[in-house]
């Protein structure tokens, strides 16, 4: 399902027949039809503490990348500084990645990489 916020402004998703942008009009009904959206995690996805020191993240405005410097695999999500998390990604050793959007995204800066295992 594609968010309100995740569609370009002045593009509707489909099934909107209104004349104006999908995002500059959204009324009780499409809030409720669309209350998951913000919540970037799956449900599967669980936390165990912070991402070991040998994964480094960097962060742009439109990205924010991981790179596993660990001689094993590891499993990370990004903590945005709102409290919330991305999606649960696979790093293998050696891997760089991007695993969350950058600083301009719905969350703001990145706060942290957590280890994470996938649903």
Not at 27 to 55: E, K, Q
């Amino acid at each position: 399902m594609l968010c309100p916020s995740e569609a370009p402004l002045g593009f509707r998703l489909a099934g909107d027949r209104r004349s104006t942008p999908f995002r500059s009009r959204i009324g009780p009904t499409a809030a409720g039809r669309f209350a998951g959206c913000g919540v970037p995690a799956a449900a599967g996805d669980r936390t165990s503490g912070p991402a070991p020191a040998c994964v480094a993240m960097s962060e742009s405005w439109r990205y924010t990348n991981a790179a596993n410097n660990c001689a094993d695999t590891v499993g990370v999500m990004v903590v945005y500084q709102d409290g919330a998390t991305g999606l649960c990604s696979t790093l293998p050793p050696g891997a760089y990645r991007t695993v969350g959007e950058g600083y301009l995204g719905r969350h703001g800066h990145s706060g942290h990489l957590a280890v994470c295992e996938p649903s």
